[in-house]
């Protein structure tokens, strides 16, 4: 596992504030005990959910997850502050506004944003508004923003000569690649709240499959001097037919054969936290099936344009492929 470069804990980090709420002692609990109706998403009683984290995790820095890191492809975690409700938070991306992951209890909410590869460094900002009288999820009140910034990251670049065939798809080929990319556009924007039934315990996933890691998040890729995307995940070695196991609680959403990406499963752990797995051997699932952390759920392959057996694994935050690093002990 290489080591990432992680950046200084940003000012807006949650952990002073979490201090300050374990400070408080008796009269934070009797607050919370007022706020029991808050409906907190992460939320276990007389605990906030960075004690929790930290507790549980007690050799990992900084001891909450994903651990932050402020870059194109990394994770910003934002402080917002203590409120009865659940603030609704969203990020402007491209011309739409995408509905953020925000986790916590009434002592202390935290966005946790997704940053896309494709991010320019420099100021970037959050718009949170409070959760709408009555407790529907809708957003009320007057909206406020809460900036970030994001520090420049230049990820590798690899130079592959290959056969012009293996480029240029056929007609058919890229017809089915654009339809299966439209699919997928619907698969990413799934939004739900608890979608496995349960509250997630924490953000910190399970490694889905033993095996060595590639440190090759970001990396980018040019075909005969032709710019293709970027490679958005992990890809953890291990041989066909090794079982693959759900790294959360989810809802499996999708389960195809794809043109690049073989067998693919998409899983749902709520608030547009999503997971990917593919060049899949097998598929275990069918959309709607529930699954808990440790079940497996599919097996290892080299389906798809491969060029050996691999999991290729992405973590998706509203909608933007982020490192699955940042989500797994090291
Ligand atoms: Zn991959």
Same mark, same amino acid.
Request: aromatic share 6%.
């Given at each position: 596992?290489?080591?990432?470069?992680? /950046?200084p804990?940003? =000012?807006? +980090?949650? %952990? @002073?504030?979490?201090n300050?709420?374990?400070?408080?002692? !008796?009269?934070? &609990?009797?607050?919370?005990?007022?706020?029991?109706a808050?409906?907190?998403?992460?939320?276990?009683?007389?605990?906030?959910?960075?004690?929790? /984290?930290a507790?549980? =995790?007690? +050799?990992? %820095? @900084?001891?909450?997850w994903p651990q932050?890191?402020?870059? !194109?492809?990394? &994770?910003?975690?934002?402080?917002?502050?203590?409120?009865?409700?659940?603030?609704?938070?969203?990020?402007?991306q491209g011309?739409?506004?995408?509905?953020?992951?925000v986790?916590?209890?009434?002592?202390?909410?935290?966005?946790v944003?997704?940053?896309?590869?494709?991010?320019v460094?420099g100021?970037?900002q959050?718009?949170?508004q409070?959760?709408?009288?009555?407790?529907a999820?809708?957003?009320?009140g007057?909206?406020?923003t809460?900036?970030?910034?994001?520090?420049?990251?230049?990820?590798?670049?690899?130079?592959?000569?290959v056969s012009?065939?293996?480029?240029?798809l056929?007609?058919?080929?890229?017809?089915?690649?654009e339809?299966?990319?439209?699919h997928?556009?619907?698969?990413m924007?799934?939004l739900?709240e608890q979608?496995?039934?349960?509250a997630?315990p924490?953000l910190?996933?399970?490694?889905?499959?033993?095996?060595?890691?590639?440190?090759s998040?970001?990396?980018?890729?040019?075909?005969?001097?032709?710019?293709r995307?970027p490679h958005?995940?992990?890809?953890?070695?291990?041989?066909?037919?090794?079982?693959v196991?759900?790294?959360?609680p989810?809802?499996?959403?999708?389960?195809?054969?794809?043109?690049?990406?073989?067998?693919?499963?998409?899983?749902?752990?709520?608030?547009?936290?999503?997971s990917?797995y593919?060049?899949?051997s097998r598929?275990?699932?069918?959309?709607?099936?529930?699954l808990?952390?440790g079940?497996?759920?599919c097996?290892v392959?080299?389906?798809?344009r491969?060029?050996?057996?691999?999991?290729?694994?992405?973590?998706?935050?509203?909608?933007?492929?982020?490192?699955?690093?940042?989500f797994?002990?090291?």
């Open positions: 596992m290489p080591t990432l470069p992680f /950046a804990p940003p =000012a807006s +980090s949650f %952990a @002073p504030r979490a300050a709420a374990r400070a408080r002692g !008796p009269a934070a &609990v009797s607050r919370r005990a007022a706020l029991a808050a409906g907190a998403w992460l939320a276990l009683p007389g605990t906030t959910w960075a004690a929790r /984290a507790a549980a =995790a007690p +050799s990992a %820095a @900084p001891g909450v932050a890191l402020q870059v !194109p492809g990394g &994770v910003a975690r934002l402080s917002l502050g203590p409120a009865a409700m659940r603030p609704v938070v969203q990020v402007r011309d739409a506004d995408v509905p953020v992951l986790t916590g209890d009434a002592i202390e909410w935290t966005a944003v997704g940053i896309a590869l494709a991010a460094p100021d970037a959050v718009t949170v409070p959760a709408a009288a009555g407790g999820g809708g957003a009320g007057a909206a406020r809460v900036p970030f910034s994001i520090a420049p990251k230049r990820y590798a670049e690899q130079q592959l000569k012009p065939r293996t480029v240029d056929s007609p058919e080929d890229q017809a089915r690649y339809r299966e990319r439209d997928q556009a619907v698969v924007a799934t739900s979608p496995a039934g349960v997630l924490s910190q996933m399970r490694v889905p499959v033993p095996g060595r890691r590639s440190s998040f970001g990396l980018r890729r040019v075909f005969n001097g032709q710019p995307n958005s995940g992990m890809d953890i070695a291990a041989a066909t037919g090794t079982p196991v759900a790294p959360l989810a809802r499996v959403i999708d389960v195809g054969d794809y043109f690049f990406n073989g067998g693919t499963v998409w899983l749902d752990h709520g608030q547009g936290l999503l990917m593919c060049h899949l598929m275990d699932v069918q959309v709607g099936d529930v808990q952390t079940d497996a759920f097996k392959g080299a389906t798809g491969v060029t050996g057996p691999h999991l290729h694994w992405g973590v998706m935050l509203n909608r933007t492929m982020v490192d699955p690093a940042l797994v002990p090291a």
